[in-house]
């Protein structure tokens, strides 16, 4: 125990006083002759041994009340290792740093978090009365603090509310912060308290330590490390990345997933098993064994039970930080499409038959789509919601009837694709099919005929390359598409129709639409002007055509748009981009009822976030259904790397009086002269009991 | 007439002065009160005898029984009555301008005067210490002299011994009387006060004047007092102020169980206070026991 001021305990005598007053203040009693002694005896015989106990209490009470007094005013503060070391230059104004990033999870007995609410209680508690604090919680985003104040309770609730985040911390930008709040304050001492595990991922060492403006130069506070770690090292293997991505070459709906793992600690992981989830259930397994600071990379296949957005997971068992030995992905399966092929204009001769080409695409090795190959005739006869996509090629308009139908499987989901021909007559298709197609069909233009070269033939000019359609095609399948030679093409109304859901997604040089999309109900048609066969074109021998027509049926399937990897971090943000028709009003989290934050961008998309969880992520539209398919969010494998800095170096940056901190050589000073005091009113109040009840 | 309050009665000079003033009080008391003219009403029979006045024969009386009875009135009742004064030194205590023994002493002198004044009786028993002094009663007025100038001359000595003076006034006592015992019972012999009861068993009426100061009833002491015993050489030093919640629960335990013994014995008993105005006591008196009579 220490004192502020020892000389305050030369007024330790005054307990003296109560045995003086008893043995020098005996005053003479005065004689009272009186006939009623007989009761004054019984009396005092039945209340002698009460009022002696009561003497004593008050003799007690009133030393200990004269002790308490002067003691409390010496200032007396306990002294603990571990504390805030008093400031040589009196009361300091402090500013709290709490460490909150993803390494602060780490857990053995308790977790290092934990740890650090409560040295931050301890911290506040071993402060002076007089000295001001305020709090700077370190996480992933910081805000600057309030001025220090004295509103300790407040802290107290703002500390216990304290949790670890899942991303990183800058140190030094919450140090920088912190001393700038203390700049303001008038008390010449300024302290910092650092409450971290000070791993290398949340200080950067090569940036200045924190300084404190005074005046005109710029002083060094004293700044106080709690090292919630104790000095320990932090063992931690984790996932350093996840890459999934369908193997259609591997079968149906096989998915093939990469990952990475690393270990971050001085010692060999032994063997680790790797589990590979899908869609909530362990799919495959692995092992790996992972030496000091090591990295392996494996690669496992599996099935997905269906197709579509699928959500997986990569598992390592669990070590310190639990939280970065799982990382979710999501991975487009493909599905198998069942595609109707209408040869409008079939031939013996196969390749001049309207489909051969088109069939032959769909087919091809490792594609997801089953074609089925029907003329006109027998195709009107088919149940067509058993299909994905019905693929119209060169057909004669259809009768009212299968017009009907038509219209009530596009409407139902179906995806509709109708390429041009010598068949298609612009008035009758109109009549029946007007209102399907994504504009009413005008004439047939030619170019040019085939292998004539004066007359030049049209090509792509203007092409919606962001769309899904054309994501794949950079470089040179670009130019491959854009090479595509058209000799005729079916000239189609101009302008939308007022309210009408129709993109022109690739134009011809000329102006005139060459590839159209409409949303009618539920489903997508997509309206080629020129023919898919050699009739009106050489698109159909170009490589592009392959990629494309697959992608078409894929994508009026509904299983193209969202094949796109998107993947957010935490504390970052992610743009999502859902379909012109769509609209994504919530995105949510893995905890029930986490809502992100969603800011709409001027060109459609929607950006969202930052982040704040890991795990899968869900864009809803406004009636609660999926918008677009789910996407993970992971963590920062950087905040993984538990590697701590070195107390040399510690010492080094913040000075060698605050590394003592860390090291326990600091001592805390626990002021009890407040206790004290409220002791000695407890003991006025029992007195003045004591004594009115006499 | 207005009460006379112990500072007045204490201003006067000498028992006599005392006694005459507190019996004019009573007087003039009585002739307020609604219960005076009592002395004429018919008290019992007496055969007749040569000499007695032939107007108070009860012809009534005749007819049943053919003996002559004479009717005998109240005022004719020749009454006994002893007046026992406490003189012990525990009498001489006071707080206020009166001690215990002149109060006593005004209020036995009061009465003889009353007593007298009806032509009864009158005698006086003085307890000092374990000794007597007895004057027989008579109704002689001279007789009265007798006894005030026997209660001038009583100081207060020696320890209180109640039951030797009820011993002693059931030997001098072999008719029936009146008893009126004056002290502060302060006997700490046990049984003490019941041994005064008992001369109700020998047919004796029996009245007590409960004499205590104020001082002895309030306990008004605050400081470290050493208490010293008037009757012998016991001495208390204490805080007064500690003590006081307690000595008034003895106290008031003893004056309730006197007031109870009193009661079962069917004995007057009246609680007197130094500071009390004296001629209102004897007129509370004096009302109680003519409503007894009735």
Same mark, same amino acid.
């Given at each position: 125990m220490s004192f502020a001021h020892p000389w305050m305990l030369l007024g330790t005598s005054l307990a003296l006083l109560p045995l003086l007053v008893h043995l020098f203040d005996r005053r003479r009693p005065r004689p009272q002759p009186f006939a009623a002694i007989a009761f004054v005896l019984r009396s005092h015989r039945r209340t002698t041994s009460r009022l002696r106990l009561r003497r004593l209490l008050l003799y007690t009470l009133r030393t200990l009340l004269l002790l308490a007094v002067p003691v409390a005013l010496a200032r007396p503060h306990l002294v603990r290792p571990g504390g805030l070391p008093a400031h040589a230059a009196g009361p300091a104004a402090t500013a709290l740093v709490v460490d909150r990033s993803l390494a602060m999870r780490f857990r053995d007995e308790e977790s290092l978090f934990e740890r650090a609410r409560a040295a931050a209680r301890e911290a506040l508690a071993s402060l002076l009365p007089e000295e001001p604090v305020t709090l700077v919680p370190c996480g992933p985003e910081v805000e600057p603090p309030p001025p220090p104040g004295f509103d300790r309770s407040r802290l107290r609730q703002a500390i216990d509310a304290l949790e670890p985040s899942y991303g990183g911390a800058d140190l030094n930008l919450c140090l920088g912060l912190a001393a700038r709040s203390l700049e303001e304050n008038p008390l010449p001492g300024k302290r910092l308290v650092v409450v971290s595990a000070f791993t290398a991922a949340s200080l950067r060492l090569e940036a200045p330590p924190p300084r404190i403006r005074a005046g005109d130069k710029l002083v060094t506070p004293e700044v106080v490390l709690r090292d919630v770690a104790a000095g320990r090292a932090l063992p931690n293997h984790f996932l350093l990345?996840?890459?999934?991505?369908?193997?259609?070459?591997?079968?149906?709906?096989?998915?093939?997933?990469?990952?990475?793992?690393?270990?971050?600690?001085?010692?060999?992981?032994?063997?680790?098993?790797?589990?590979?989830?899908?869609?909530?259930?362990?799919?495959?397994?692995?092992?790996?064994?992972?030496?000091?600071?090591?990295?392996?990379?494996?690669?496992?296949?599996?099935?997905?039970?269906?197709?579509?957005?699928?959500?997986?997971?990569?598992? &390592?068992?669990?070590?310190? +930080?639990?939280?970065?030995?799982?990382?979710?992905?999501?991975?487009?399966?493909?599905?198998?499409?069942?595609?109707?092929?209408?040869?409008?204009?079939?031939?013996?001769?196969?390749?001049?038959?309207?489909?051969?080409?088109?069939?032959?695409?769909?087919?091809?090795?490792?594609?997801?789509?089953?074609?089925?190959?029907?003329?006109?005739?027998?195709?009107?006869?088919?149940?067509?919601?058993?299909?994905?996509?019905?693929? +119209?090629?060169?057909?004669?308009?259809?009768?009212?009837?299968?017009?009907?139908?038509?219209?009530?499987?596009?409407?139902?989901?179906?995806?509709?694709?109708?390429?041009?021909?010598?068949?298609?007559?612009?008035?009758?298709?109109?009549?029946?099919?007007?209102?399907?197609?994504?504009?009413?069909?005008?004439?047939?233009?030619?170019?040019?005929?085939?292998?004539e070269t004066a007359v030049r033939p049209a090509r792509l000019g203007d092409v919606a390359w962001d769309h899904p359609l054309f994501q794949p095609f950079t470089g040179k399948a670009r130019e491959g598409l854009l090479a595509a030679r058209f000799f005729r093409y079916m000239l189609v109304e101009g302008g939308p129709r007022s309210?009408?859901?129709?993109?022109?997604?690739?134009?011809?040089?000329?102006?005139?639409?060459? &590839?159209?999309?409409?949303?009618?109900?539920?489903?997508?048609?997509?309206?080629?002007?020129?023919?898919?066969?050699?009739?009106?074109?050489?698109?159909?021998?170009?490589?592009?055509?392959?990629?494309?027509?697959?992608?078409?049926?894929?994508?009026?399937?509904?299983?193209?748009?969202?094949?796109?990897?998107?993947?957010?971090?935490?504390?970052?943000?992610?743009?999502?981009?859902?379909?012109?028709?769509?609209?994504?009003?919530?995105?949510?989290?893995?905890?029930?009822?986490?809502?992100?934050?969603?800011?709409p961008e001027p060109d459609g998309s929607v950006r969202v976030g930052p982040f704040h969880e890991p795990g899968i992520y869900r864009p809803l539209d406004a009636g609660g259904a999926a918008a677009m398919a789910p996407f993970a969010v992971v963590l920062d494998p950087a905040q993984s790397d538990l590697t701590r800095v070195k107390a040399e170096a510690l010492a080094a940056y913040f000075g060698e009086e605050a590394v003592r901190g860390p090291a326990g050589g600091a001592e805390a000073s626990v002021p009890v002269w407040t206790w004290l005091l409220v002791a000695a009113a407890v003991l006025f109040f029992l007195e003045g009991t004591l004594l009115r009840t006499a | 007439m207005a009460p006379l309050d112990a500072a007045t009665i204490a201003k006067l000079a000498g028992v006599k002065l005392r006694a005459r003033a507190? *019996?004019?009080?009573?007087?003039?008391?009585?002739?307020?009160?609604?219960?005076?003219?009592?002395?004429?009403?018919?008290?019992?029979?007496?055969?007749?005898?040569? !000499?007695?006045?032939?107007?108070?024969?009860?012809?009534?009386?005749?007819?049943?029984?053919?003996?002559? /009875? =004479?009717?005998?009135?109240?005022?004719?009742?020749?009454?006994?009555?002893?007046? *026992?004064?406490?003189?012990?030194?525990? *009498?001489? /205590?006071?707080?206020?301008?009166?001690?215990?023994?002149?109060?006593?002493?005004? $209020?036995? !002198?009061?009465?003889?005067?009353?007593?007298?004044?009806?032509?009864?009786?009158?005698?006086?028993? =003085?307890?000092?210490?374990?000794?007597?002094?007895?004057?027989?009663?008579?109704?002689?007025?001279?007789?009265? *002299?007798?006894?005030?100038?026997? $209660?001038?001359?009583?100081?207060?000595?020696?320890?209180?011994?109640?039951?030797?003076?009820?011993?002693? $006034?059931?030997?001098?006592?072999?008719?029936?009387? $009146?008893?009126? =015992?004056?002290?502060?019972?302060?006997?700490?012999?046990p049984d003490a006060l019941k041994r005064i009861l008992q001369l109700r068993a020998r047919k004796h009426d029996l009245a007590v004047f409960h004499i205590l100061d104020p001082a002895e009833l309030e306990f008004p002491f605050d400081d470290p007092t050493l208490f010293l015993s008037m009757e012998d050489e016991r001495r208390l030093e204490v805080n007064a102020r500690e003590i006081r919640s307690s000595y008034l629960e003895e106290l008031g335990a003893f004056l309730e169980e006197t007031r109870e013994l009193c009661a079962e014995s069917d004995v007057d008993y009246q609680l007197v206070r130094t500071d009390q105005p004296l001629d209102a006591v004897l007129l509370e008196f004096l009302a109680r026991r003519q409503g007894r009579r009735r």
């Open positions: 990345e996840v890459k999934a991505e369908p193997a259609p070459q591997a079968g149906p709906r096989m998915v093939q997933v990469t990952f990475t793992a690393r270990n971050a600690s001085a010692a060999e992981t032994g063997e680790l098993p790797a589990t590979l989830e899908l869609g909530g259930r362990a799919v495959a397994k692995s092992f790996l064994s992972l030496g000091p600071g090591a990295t392996a990379q494996k690669t496992l296949l599996a099935r997905a039970e269906a197709g579509g957005a699928v959500a997986g997971a990569v598992v &390592l068992p669990a070590d310190g +930080l639990a939280e970065d030995d799982r990382r979710d992905f999501v991975v487009q399966v493909p599905r198998e499409l069942r595609v109707l092929v209408v040869d409008g204009a079939p031939s013996a001769v196969r390749y001049r038959d309207e489909a051969f080409f088109f069939e032959a695409a769909l087919a091809a090795p490792g594609s997801p789509v089953r074609p089925t190959l029907r003329d006109p005739e027998a195709a009107w006869r088919e149940h067509f919601p058993e299909y994905d996509v019905l693929a +119209l090629l060169n057909v004669p308009a259809p009768t009212a009837e299968v017009a009907g139908r038509l219209r009530a499987y596009v409407e139902g989901g179906g995806g509709l694709l109708v390429s041009m021909g010598d068949q298609v007559e612009p008035e009758a298709w109109n009549q029946r099919l007007g209102g399907l197609l994504p504009r009413q069909l005008r004439l047939v233009k030619s170019a040019g005929a085939t292998g309210g009408d859901a129709t993109e022109v997604l690739a134009a011809f040089d000329d102006g005139a639409p060459a &590839l159209l999309l409409a949303r009618r109900g539920k489903g997508r048609v997509v309206l080629l002007t020129s023919t898919v066969d050699r009739d009106w074109s050489d698109f159909a021998i170009r490589t592009s055509f392959l990629p494309l027509m697959q992608r078409a049926a894929a994508y009026l399937a509904g299983g193209l748009d969202e094949r796109e990897r998107m993947e957010g971090r935490i504390g970052q943000t992610l743009v999502l981009r859902p379909e012109p028709l769509l609209r994504v009003v919530e995105v949510r989290g893995p905890s029930s009822g986490a809502r992100v934050p969603l800011h | 507190v *019996m004019e009080g009573v007087l003039s008391g009585l002739h307020k009160s609604p219960h005076q003219g009592q002395s004429v009403e018919f008290a019992e029979h007496k055969e007749y005898a040569p !000499g007695d006045e032939l107007r108070h024969l009860d012809w009534k009386a005749y007819g049943k029984f053919d003996r002559f /009875y =004479v009717k005998r009135f109240e005022h004719e009742t020749d009454l006994r009555a002893v007046l *026992m004064v406490d003189a012990s030194a525990s *009498m001489g /205590y006071r707080s206020g301008p009166l001690s215990k023994l002149e109060v006593a002493t005004s $209020l036995a !002198g009061a009465l003889s005067y009353l007593l007298v004044r009806q032509q009864d009786a009158a005698g006086l028993s =003085v307890l000092v210490g374990d000794t007597f002094r007895d004057l027989p009663p008579r109704a002689a007025a001279g007789h009265l *002299m007798s006894l005030l100038g026997a $209660l001038e001359q009583l100081q207060p000595a020696g320890g209180t011994h109640l039951r030797a003076a009820a011993d002693h $006034l059931a030997e001098r006592l072999p008719r029936r009387a $009146l008893v009126v =015992v004056l002290s502060d019972l302060f006997d700490e012999a």
